[in-house]
């Protein structure tokens, strides 16, 4: 059996993924097929719902991509739905204190570890309840629960959040923390890039996994330098954007205008 994504990350792998804004199943399909480690599928910010998430997931089926969600916010009934869909690790954004995180870990674990509710008989996670069990005991390993340190309380919080027992990664958000800080759009302001390091070396100091996407000042090979396990460098509605703008640019040039 293959390593879980949680698994490849604590032995050392250094690992990428994209951001899934556009919720087109094959925008996501051409993506994970490209070889990205995990895709990110983003139900704080984007526009969609829980059925778009599960076709993009369903696109994904194969390719070796690791499902990932975040979810909107620190809330059981959402985490549940998103892991009982597929999801094989779940981003909660704006955790500030440890009693956040810990209720983050319980939502994403069956009982007696945590609270999440028991439909593994008939969920599409458990292939619709084929060798159920199995699957509950599998993800109890493998599953991975990720808290966003993204505000001025959560880095001032980042030492208890980052010792929560089951905690798998604190994924900083430099643009909502430069925000929180006074420095909205700079997350390369020294001020912000000093209470960044004050979350890398709490994350480090117990053990937990880092995750983060890139600022206009550091790159991802900075990141990964820097210690960091998984980085989130694009984002499908990015390249598109950036790839349309290429090409009007190419013609409008070639026809000289």
Same mark, same amino acid.
């Given at each position: 059996?293959?390593?879980?994504?949680? *698994?490849?990350?604590?032995?050392?792998? *250094?690992?990428?993924?994209?951001?899934?804004?556009?919720?087109?199943?094959?925008?996501?399909?051409?993506?994970?097929?490209?070889?990205?480690?995990?895709?990110?599928? $983003?139900? !704080?910010?984007?526009?969609?719902?829980?059925?778009? *998430?599960?076709?993009?997931?369903?696109?994904?089926?194969?390719?070796?991509?690791?499902?990932?969600?975040?979810?909107? #916010?620190?809330?059981?009934?959402?985490?549940?739905?998103?892991?009982?869909?597929?999801?094989?690790?779940?981003?909660?954004?704006?955790?500030?204190?440890?009693?956040?995180?810990?209720?983050?870990?319980?939502?994403?674990?069956?009982?007696?570890?945590?609270?999440?509710?028991?439909?593994?008989?008939?969920?599409?996670?458990?292939?619709?309840?084929? $060798?159920?069990?199995?699957?509950? !005991?599998?993800?109890?390993?493998?599953?991975?629960?990720?808290?966003?340190?993204?505000?001025?309380?959560?880095? !001032?919080?980042?030492?208890?959040?980052?010792?929560?027992?089951?905690?798998?990664?604190?994924?900083?958000?430099?643009?909502?923390?430069?925000?929180?800080?006074?420095?909205?759009?700079?997350? $390369?302001?020294? $001020?912000?890039?000093?209470?960044? #390091?004050?979350?890398?070396?709490?994350?480090? #100091?117990?053990?937990?996994?880092?995750? *983060?996407?890139?600022?206009?000042?550091?790159?991802? #090979?900075?990141?990964?330098?820097?210690?960091?396990?998984?980085?989130?460098?694009?984002?499908?509605?990015?390249?598109?954007?950036?790839?349309?703008?290429?090409?009007?640019?190419?013609?409008?040039?070639?026809?000289?205008?």
């Amino acid at each position: 059996m293959s390593q879980s994504f949680k *698994a490849r990350l604590r032995a050392g792998e *250094a690992a990428n993924g994209f951001w899934v804004e556009l919720f087109s199943s094959t925008a996501a399909e051409v993506m994970s097929l490209a070889g990205y480690d995990s895709a990110m599928i $983003d139900l !704080e910010h984007g526009a969609a719902d829980l059925t778009d *998430a599960v076709a993009v997931m369903r696109a994904m089926a194969g390719s070796g991509c690791t499902p990932l969600v975040r979810v909107p #916010a620190n809330d059981p009934a959402w985490i549940k739905r998103v892991l009982d869909a597929g999801a094989q690790g779940v981003m909660v954004p704006a955790v500030n204190d440890a009693a956040e995180a810990e209720a983050a870990v319980a939502a994403c674990h069956y009982p007696p570890r945590g609270i999440r509710g028991m439909a593994a008989p008939i969920v599409r996670a458990s292939r619709y309840g084929e $060798d159920w069990r199995g699957y509950v !005991e599998a993800i109890g390993r493998s599953v991975m629960t990720i808290c966003q340190v993204e505000t001025r309380a959560a880095v !001032e919080n980042v030492a208890e959040i980052a010792a929560v027992p089951g905690l798998d990664m604190i994924f900083v958000g430099p643009f909502d923390l430069s925000a929180s800080l006074g420095h909205m759009g700079e997350p $390369d302001h020294p $001020d912000v890039r000093a209470a960044i #390091a004050s979350v890398e070396a709490a994350a480090k #100091a117990a053990g937990c996994l880092l995750g *983060a996407i890139p600022t206009p000042e550091r790159s991802p #090979a900075e990141l990964y330098r820097d210690g960091y396990n998984l980085v989130l460098a694009d984002i499908d509605l990015a390249l598109v954007r950036e790839g349309a703008r290429a090409g009007v640019a190419a013609v409008r040039k070639a026809a000289g205008r």
